[in-house]
Structure formats: structure tokens, C-alpha cells
């Protein structure tokens, strides 16, 4: 079918509009790695440098890689990244799906329960009284059981699972299955895209999460990383206050620049290999049929 000079235009007009799109999203990441990579002569040049024209130095990221902490802060982020998406994704599906439930009595008004954390919450305080007596103080669980479940998420699973064709369930039920049979082999297999989805959201949650740390750890071998690079750049700004000259001002330029590199650059990996679970994911539960 030929096409005409109306939809050739639009053709254009629309991959361009993605072009400078996706342009947009790209400069600041370039951007910001290419100033991590910069010289000192380069740095001193007037005007913005977008990515080094004189060479490349790694001096950030050593002075970056070379904290002692850093290490040990990757290591506790895998397990927090792990362990947390792990539970915040069973117990999200498991209380959905018990929601999504037409006999399970009382489910409207739960599902009203969870809504309402949404717009009310205790605050800092209580927070903090009832971690401390569970004895959570300096360990990472603290980071995890609090914000185990997230509602909106748990909206999201609880509409896909209530779509799910009666039929699947009727036949599992004369075959003699119990419910988290049913559950697991049929509701979780089915719901791998969405599943996927909302365990990405999960994992850089906790993988960026710094604030819980603040509150509840207080021993430095038990902090992630976004804690220790936090901790970095106050370091660095403090060293800075004391000491004058370019190279000083260079380091914490570069610095602040590898730090949001090396804070970027775990998840940016990780994506691509749940994009196709992702496209398909990100609306499912809001869609029926």
C-alpha cells in the first residue's frame, strides 16, 4: 500500500519529536560522565564541557573506589536490594491475592484498610519507637519490614488477580487444589510480567534508599551504598571548605560526578533484561480483559 505525503510527514514529525526525546534523556547522563572523566587543564577551561576533547583521567573514581566502606556497602545493598524486593514481592502478591478473593469475608474493607495508609501515616516518630522495640536498630531488616509493602502496588496486583478467568480456579478446585496451589501455579506463572514489573520498582527502592538508614543504623559497617556515598560527599565538601586550589576543586567536581555514575550504573544494567517483562507489566493490572 502506498503511502501518502500526509503520513510520510507525520512519520517524520513523530521520530523526530523521539529523537529529541530521547536526546533529552540522554545528555544529562553523558554529561555527567563525561565531567567524572575530565582533566585538570580541561576543567580550567572557561565555558561547559559536555565530554573531554584532552584526554581522560580516572582520578574521581579512584578516589571514589579507594574508601574503605565502599566495598562493604555494596555487599550490604545486594543483600537489601535481595532480600527486600524478595519479601516486599511475596507478601505483596500473597495479601493481593487473598483480596482479590469473592469469598474471603471482609476483603472490601481491608483493601479500604490499606488505602487509607496511603493518605494517613504515623510519622517518623512512631516509626521509630516501634523498630526499636522489635529490635531492629542496626540491622538491615529495619530497612526492609517497614515498607515491606507498598499499597499502590498492591492495588495494581489485587486488579489483575480479580481478572483472572473463573475457569482456571473452578478446574484447579475439582481437581482437589488448595489455595496456595493455586496460587503458585496458577496466579504466579500468569502474573510474571506484572510480577517483574513491580519487583523492579522494588528493588530500586531499596537500592536507593539512604533515609531508613539514617534513622536506624548507626553502625557504619552495616550501611548501603547510598549511605556511604552520601557520606563521601559531605567528607569531600568538608575537605573542600579547609583547602583551596584547582585540584581540590577538581576532585570534588569529579567526585560528585563518579558518585552519581556509580549510583546509576547497577540498575541501568539490570533493565535491560527485564525491559520485555516491563512494557508488558507496567499496565496490567489497570487493564481488563
Same mark, same amino acid.
Given at each position: 500500500?502506498?503511502?501518502?505525503?500526509?503520513?510520510?510527514? /507525520?512519520?517524520?514529525?513523530?521520530?523526530?519529536?523521539?529523537? @529529541? #526525546?530521547?536526546?533529552? *534523556?540522554? %545528555?544529562?547522563?553523558?554529561?555527567?560522565?563525561?565531567n567524572s572523566l575530565l582533566t585538570l587543564p580541561e576543567y580550567l577551561k572557561p565555558g561547559m564541557k559536555i565530554w573531554p576533547q584532552e584526554g581522560i583521567t580516572f582520578d574521581a573514581y579512584r578516589g571514589l573506589l579507594s574508601a574503605p566502606a565502599i566495598y562493604s556497602s555494596y555487599r550490604n545493598t545486594v543483600f537489601l536490594v535481595a532480600a527486600g524486593t524478595t519479601v516486599s514481592l511475596f507478601v505483596t502478591?500473597?495479601?493481593?491475592?487473598a483480596l482479590s478473593r469473592e469469598q474471603m469475608k471482609g476483603a472490601s474493607g481491608l483493601t479500604l484498610f490499606f488505602? /487509607?495508609?496511603?493518605? &494517613?501515616?504515623?510519622? &517518623? #516518630?512512631?516509626?521509630?519507637?516501634?523498630?526499636?522495640? @522489635?529490635?531492629?536498630?542496626?540491622?538491615?531488616?529495619?530497612? &526492609?519490614?517497614? #515498607?515491606?509493602?507498598?499499597?499502590?502496588?498492591?492495588?495494581?496486583?489485587?486488579?489483575?488477580?480479580?481478572?483472572?478467568?473463573?475457569?482456571?480456579?473452578?478446574?484447579?478446585? *475439582?481437581?482437589?487444589?488448595?489455595?496456595?496451589? /493455586?496460587?503458585?501455579?496458577? %496466579?504466579?506463572? @500468569?502474573?510474571?510480567?506484572?510480577?517483574?514489573? &513491580?519487583?523492579?520498582?522494588?528493588?530500586?527502592?531499596?537500592?536507593?534508599?539512604? %533515609?531508613?538508614?539514617?534513622?536506624?543504623?548507626?553502625?557504619?559497617?552495616?550501611?548501603?551504598l547510598q549511605l556511604v556515598l552520601r557520606d563521601i560527599l559531605i567528607q569531600s565538601e568538608m575537605s573542600d571548605a579547609g583547602a583551596s586550589g584547582h585540584y581540590a576543586d577538581r576532585m570534588s567536581h569529579g567526585l560528585k560526578m563518579a558518585t552519581i555514575i556509580v549510583a546509576v550504573v547497577p540498575i541501568a544494567c539490570i533493565y535491560p533484561f527485564l525491559q520485555k517483562y516491563f512494557s508488558k507489566g507496567v499496565l496490567i493490572g489497570a487493564v481488563k480483559g
Open positions: 500500500m502506498r503511502r501518502s505525503p500526509s503520513d510520510l510527514i /507525520i512519520d517524520m514529525t513523530l521520530y523526530g519529536v523521539l529523537i @529529541l #526525546v530521547s536526546v533529552a *534523556m540522554l %545528555f544529562p547522563f553523558v554529561f555527567v560522565l563525561g502478591a500473597i495479601t493481593a491475592f488505602i /487509607i495508609t496511603m493518605l &494517613i501515616q504515623g510519622g &517518623i #516518630v512512631p516509626s521509630y519507637l516501634v523498630v526499636r522495640s @522489635l529490635g531492629l536498630i542496626n540491622s538491615l531488616w529495619a530497612m &526492609i519490614l517497614p #515498607v515491606a509493602v507498598n499499597t499502590f502496588f498492591l492495588i495494581i496486583l489485587k486488579n489483575f488477580f480479580a481478572n483472572v478467568p473463573k475457569s482456571l480456579e473452578e478446574s484447579a478446585y *475439582m481437581d482437589g487444589a488448595n489455595e496456595l496451589y /493455586i496460587f503458585f501455579r496458577i %496466579f504466579v506463572p @500468569l502474573s510474571v510480567p506484572a510480577m517483574v514489573t &513491580i519487583g523492579l520498582f522494588y528493588g530500586v527502592n531499596y537500592f536507593n534508599s539512604f %533515609f531508613l538508614g539514617i534513622l536506624y543504623l548507626t553502625d557504619r559497617r552495616k550501611w548501603p
